[in-house]
């Protein structure tokens, strides 16, 4: 019988597929354990394993081949025999193509080739080795052939981990850039040296289309540029995701060719978002002579941005900028804090859009912290400074001052708009940490902004015709100091039988000092003798209105429109203001 060593004798049984527990001596076979199918010898399958002697079997295994001679068996008794080929190469690796990731050697040519057979052949996922994969050029993942069938292929690109030892892409030109329509990038670090990190962008050939994915637990540090940058992406998630120490922004929206959006969809959940931007103007410690450009996130063009459990902080530019046409925006639970390099950087800010209708439709902001920073001994003015929202709701925001007592050097809170009426919503509850926020934590520079607090008047008051009357009535409305600058008036009015129009006048006054800031004159038709009809006025102060309004309706029955010949009975009167609120908890 032919000798065997321990090697060659477990080559052997592996390839037989045999367990033995106990080590044969060197000049005896051993027997088949009980609980082992012997269907047959160790000899007989080396010929079922391609023949010849035990050498040529060793050779076999030894080649790029041999895996397809061993067998593989999960545990259920109910699961097929596939080949150990078969099993590994469920899952692609860039080892696989040459990645050392030692950072040293220039990885660019072998991660290329593995993310491009992934590609090609519809692979499911591809992992990155532990390591630093240096590289000195860009690094795409390209749209996906698709053989499966289905109608989206999709790829996974999976690292070891995004810490300190576990996979790092370092860029020393370049980026990643994200071309796969449908994608998942997990467990990785990023840095480009003098570019943005990861580049998430429709493919570059045709059919065009809009990428579609998500990221896991990704770390975009220490690049020259933005760390993430979207263009026409059409939907995207992030989870637990890291952006620091950028030079640009964490987060970058640009306005793609194909559907002139950065992105349609993109929702932010927890990650933190520190450290971006660069100090604009002569640096004098931390702050600078400029607003400080860049920034933790600034969300381009976009129909929905959504942020839950979001940490921006630490930032040289503004925390959360919202770009022109950004249309819904929700913040849910988020931490900012020390964000800017200068008194003008914001938490949550958008510049005055080109038009009006270019400003954000609906905006949410709800149970969010906001501290300031002091950057060259001067704080920071404010933490949200919006332009133009439709429809912006502040909930229960927190406005703390630091452990030094450093405050806002301004409102905390300023809503802006660069036409009458277009900003509308309402702050409700929250809680401030300093006696300075109880009467100026608002900037209220607008005419419809705040809660409507409507006063219900029932006077039921006689206007005569002619001379009869001096026929005016004046009502008076407490107004809050943080309320909006824009009055609106509401009349019911009946005529007693007659038939005409009458002639109003509606005087508003600014308390205390009763300054007249708003006349208006109209007309009031009524074509039948006993029909009731409502009448809406809206009017806005330069400034706001004070400790109350007095409003004062007249009827000028001596003007030429004036010609109803019956009195005018004013049966009720309405006043709406617009309070912006904040309780001190």
């Given at each position: 019988m032919e000798k065997m060593n321990r090697r060659e004798y477990g080559l052997l049984l592996a390839g037989a597929a045999y367990s033995l527990t106990s080590t044969p001596a060197r000049s005896q076979q051993a027997a088949p354990s009980p609980n082992v199918s012997a269907e047959a010898s160790p000899a007989s399958r080396i010929g079922k394993l391609g023949g010849g002697s035990v050498q040529d079997f060793i050779d076999r295994i030894g080649s790029n081949l041999g895996s397809e001679g061993i067998g593989f068996q999960q545990f259920d008794n109910g699961a097929v025999h596939r080949t150990v080929q078969d099993k590994l190469r469920d899952i692609l690796s860039a080892k696989d193509f040459g990645v050392l990731a030692d950072g040293l050697a220039d990885d660019t040519k072998a991660l290329q080739k593995a993310l491009d057979y992934a590609a090609r052949n519809d692979v499911g996922t591809i992992m990155l080795p532990a390591g630093k994969i240096r590289l000195t050029g860009d690094i795409i993942v390209a749209h996906q052939d698709n053989h499966s069938g289905s109608e989206t292929a999709q790829i996974t690109v999976m690292g070891h981990g995004a810490g300190k030892n576990a996979t790092w892409l370092y860029f020393e030109t370049g980026s990643l850039r994200v071309r796969s329509s449908s994608h998942m990038l997990r467990d990785f670090r990023v840095t480009s040296k003098n570019g943005d990190g990861i580049k998430i962008e429709p493919s570059s050939e045709p059919p065009q289309f809009s990428a579609r994915g998500a990221m896991e637990n990704i770390r975009a540090e220490n690049c020259g540029g933005s760390g993430v940058t979207f263009e026409d992406c059409w939907c995207y998630r992030m989870d637990n995701c890291y952006a620091r120490f950028n030079k640009g922004w964490g987060i970058e929206g640009k306005v793609g060719p194909l559907t002139g959006l950065s992105v349609n969809v993109l929702e932010i959940s927890g990650g933190e978002y520190q450290g971006n931007g660069r100090i604009a103007g002569a640096r004098t410690s931390k702050g600078g002579a400029g607003r400080g450009t860049g920034g933790g996130i600034s969300t381009g063009r976009c129909v929905q941005f959504n942020l839950r459990g979001v940490t921006i902080e630490g930032n040289v530019g503004d925390g959360l900028k919202l770009a022109e046409q950004c249309r819904g925006l929700?913040?849910?639970?988020?931490?900012?804090?020390?964000?800017?390099?200068?008194?003008?950087?914001?938490?949550?800010?958008?510049?005055?859009?080109?038009?009006?209708?270019?400003?954000?439709?609906?905006?949410?902001?709800?149970?969010?912290?906001?501290?300031?920073?002091?950057?060259?001994?001067?704080?920071?003015?404010?933490?949200?400074?919006?332009?133009?929202?439709?429809?912006?709701?502040?909930?229960?925001?927190?406005?703390?001052?630091?452990?030094?007592?450093?405050?806002?050097?301004?409102?905390?809170?300023?809503?802006?708009?660069?036409?009458?009426?277009?900003?509308?919503?309402?702050?409700?509850?929250?809680?401030?940490?300093?006696?300075?926020?109880?009467?100026?934590?608002?900037?209220?520079?607008?005419?419809?902004?705040?809660?409507?607090?409507?006063?219900?008047?029932?006077?039921?008051?006689?206007?005569?015709?002619?001379?009869?009357?001096?026929?005016?009535?004046?009502?008076?409305?407490?107004?809050?100091?943080?309320?909006?600058?824009?009055?609106?008036?509401?009349?019911?009015?009946?005529?007693?039988?007659?038939?005409?129009?009458?002639?109003?006048?509606?005087?508003?006054?600014?308390?205390?000092?009763?300054?007249?800031?708003?006349?208006?004159?109209?007309?009031?038709?009524?074509?039948?003798?006993?029909?009731?009809?409502?009448?809406s006025t809206s009017s806005v102060s330069e400034k706001m209105p004070g400790t109350h309004v007095e409003v004062q309706i007249v009827r000028e029955s001596g003007h030429e429109k004036d010609t109803l010949p019956s009195s005018l009975f004013l049966q009720a009167l309405e006043v709406t203001i617009y309070e912006g609120r904040i309780s001190a908890g």
């Open positions: 929700a913040v849910d639970g988020c931490y900012f804090e020390k964000n800017g390099s200068h008194p003008e950087n914001r938490d949550i800010c958008n510049d005055r859009p080109g038009q009006a209708t270019h400003g954000p439709n609906s905006i949410v902001i709800v149970n969010c912290n906001f501290s300031p920073q002091n950057a060259n001994g001067t704080v920071q003015e404010r933490a949200i400074d919006l332009w133009d929202t439709i429809d912006l709701k502040i909930v229960h925001p927190q406005i703390f001052a630091l452990s030094s007592g450093i405050l806002y050097s301004s409102e905390p809170i300023r809503i802006r708009e660069s036409v009458p009426a277009r900003a509308r919503g309402w702050i409700e509850g929250g809680w401030y940490s300093s006696a300075k926020y109880a009467q100026e934590w608002i900037a209220n520079e607008t005419q419809c902004f705040g809660f409507p607090r409507k006063q219900m008047f029932s006077p039921d008051v006689e206007l005569k015709p002619g001379s009869e009357s001096a026929a005016s009535r004046n009502y008076f409305v407490r107004v809050p100091p943080t309320c909006a600058r824009g009055v609106d008036v509401d009349l019911v009015t009946r005529p007693d039988g007659g038939v005409g129009t009458a002639r109003l006048t509606r005087v508003l006054r600014r308390g205390p000092a009763g300054t007249r800031f708003s006349t208006t004159s109209f007309d009031i038709a009524h074509p039948s003798p006993l029909d009731s009809i409502y009448t």
